[in-house]
């Protein structure tokens, strides 16, 4: 090799490398950094010996302690449910009227209600359960079956309209549009939006009031505040299912929509459905 060259500025000997007349400086790394760099090196080769590491075709290398993160979890999950075992048999043991008023139960029955939720009911009712077009919001206090904790219950324990349940809620309303005429349809669509909100054609009302009394009050009511007994929703809390105002009102009188909601009993079972009636029940709007 030829004579060592050495840098002028820094004083520091060259390795010989040199790219575009720059040159590289011989700075080897400090010794603790590359005993630290050896060690760690030793350490992975003994965290692989130790642990499960080394992929093969269908398993790993197991590891000299037979450590593994999957019966962790498993042991995690068994404790988990002999923990809940207890607040699970008092629920299946008690009335969801007993179950929200016991805090600690209640609490417990709000959690898995909520989790039961999440996975089963937002496609309808939404994630917060505000609700949609056809889907009740499950926030507020309108309730066309009632809102205490067993009502809520029944109707998610059987459904509503679910043929295959014969406990189910069952109700349906007439298509007026074969029953009255296209004029007392708008009539009664005026009455039925002025008893919340203001209408165009005030002179619609009275009458609208007449054909209300003769087709609807036997199921809404003489005071149009609905009868839960039918599932007849309340028609002056400008709460509405399928759309407000007179246009939409008269389309529901004509040809009237009917939702379904499934029974959830067969599916979930008797404790699931307590806890999703609990959580119901708990948003604020139950009664």
């Not at 075709?57 to 988990?80: C, M, P, Q």
């Not at 295959?164 to 809620?169: A, E, L």
Request: negative net charge; glycine residues 10%; charged residues 20%.
């Amino acid at each position: 090799m030829g004579s060592e060259h050495i840098d002028e500025v820094s004083g520091i000997s060259t390795t010989g490398h040199e790219w575009d007349g720059i040159k590289e400086l011989n700075n080897p790394l400090p010794r603790w950094w590359v005993i630290t760099f050896y060690i760690t090196i030793a350490w992975a080769i003994g965290y692989t010996v130790v642990y499960p590491a080394w992929p093969m075709l269908t398993s790993a290398t197991r590891g000299v302690l037979g450590y593994s993160s999957r019966r962790d979890v498993k042991n995690e999950l068994a404790a988990a449910e002999v923990a809940k075992g207890k607040f699970v048999a008092a629920i299946q043991a008690k009335t969801v009227s007993e179950i929200t008023a016991d805090d600690t139960l209640r609490e417990f029955a709000v959690a898995a209600g909520g989790a039961a939720f999440k996975v089963n009911c937002v496609q309808c009712h939404g994630s917060g359960a505000q609700g949609s077009k056809g889907f009740p919001n499950l926030n507020d206090d309108d309730w066309l079956w009632g809102g205490n904790a067993e009502h809520i219950q029944q109707t998610i324990a059987h459904g509503i309209r679910f043929a295959s349940d014969p406990d189910t809620r069952l109700s349906e309303m007439p298509a007026f549009g074969d029953i009255i005429t296209t004029d007392q349809i708008k009539q009664v669509g005026a009455y039925v939006a002025s008893l919340s909100d203001p209408v165009q054609d005030t002179s619609q009302i009275e009458l609208g009031a007449n054909v209300f009394a003769e087709n609807c009050a036997a199921c809404h009511g003489e005071n149009a505040k609905g009868n839960r007994e039918l599932g007849a929703p309340d028609l002056t809390d400008a709460i509405w299912l399928y759309g407000s105002g007179e246009t939409a009102i008269a389309a529901q009188v004509r040809a009237p929509k009917h939702g379904v909601m499934p029974a959830w009993i067969g599916r979930l079972g008797e404790i699931k459905a307590k806890e999703l009636a609990v959580y119901i029940h708990s948003l604020g709007g139950g009664e």
